[in-house]
């Protein structure tokens, strides 16, 4: 089973800052990872997928990269709305696995 | 606009049984591989299970394997996941999930709203 780890697992910005997340996989995933935010009280919501694709009608402030066993996802400049926790997950072998999250506080 | 609604979640004691099920709509249903997806009380997600667009394939997380079945019904554009012998670590929000497959993989591009399952005496 492919084990993700994200770091850091809370980050705490204020509007207006980057935030770079990490998520990093105990063996290579290709390319096969996506980023899922989810909302306090909301389901998750898919944002990025294959490493770098945006998903539909996500801002353009939203960027990942990575390949292999190392990714970033990247929030260029926060908005208040971005306060959530973000998952990572891998679709290259079964079992289907997600990283267990980074908490964003907006201060 | 797509929609995922679950139902069927309850409170049932361990060794007991539950049938969720997700209504689908806006979409062409029998198009899409669906899956299941958990979320324990204040923890992560957990996949839960796939199943292909036919229903003839089906993929399950270990924790879950020979205790629940996931199932569809095409024409009534219905998931089903059927859950027996259930533990109170099956305790969570269950989501539906649309998936959303390109040359290589799906990915998970629409989620409902969740169905409470509790196990508990």
């Known amino acids: 089973e492919v084990v993700l780890t994200q770091s850091p697992a809370t980050l705490s910005l204020s509007p207006g800052e980057r935030a770079t997340l990490s998520c990093r996989a105990s063996?290579?995933?290709?390319?096969?990872l996506a980023w899922y935010q989810q909302r306090p009280g909301q389901a998750p919501r898919l944002l990025i997928y294959?490493?770098?694709n945006r998903a539909t009608d996500i801002p353009a402030r939203f960027s990942g990269s990575g390949s292999g066993t190392d990714f970033t996802l990247t929030i260029s400049s926060l908005e208040p709305e971005d306060l959530a926790v973000y998952y990572c997950?891998?679709?290259?072998?079964?079992?289907?696995?997600f990283g267990r999250g980074t908490r964003l506080e907006i201060k | 606009d797509v929609q995922l609604l679950e139902s069927g979640g309850d409170l049932v004691q361990p060794g007991g049984s539950l049938r969720l099920s997700c209504a689908a709509s806006g979409f062409t249903f029998s198009s899409h591989v669906m899956n299941w997806v958990r979320q324990a009380p204040g923890k992560g997600l957990e996949w839960v299970s796939t199943?292909?667009?036919?229903?003839?394939?089906?993929y399950y997380a270990d924790s879950v394997k020979g205790r629940f079945t996931i199932s569809r019904d095409n024409p009534k554009n219905t998931l089903y996941l059927q859950m027996s012998s259930l533990r109170a670590e099956d305790t969570a929000l269950y989501y539906c999930t649309r998936s959303f497959c390109t040359s290589r993989k799906c990915y998970f591009d629409y989620w409902g709203q969740g169905t409470l399952a509790t196990v508990s005496s």
């Open positions: 199943l292909s667009e036919s229903g003839a394939n089906s």
């Open positions: 997950q891998q679709r290259n072998s079964w079992p289907i696995t």
């Open positions: 063996q290579s995933v290709s390319r096969d």
């Open positions: 294959e490493a770098s």
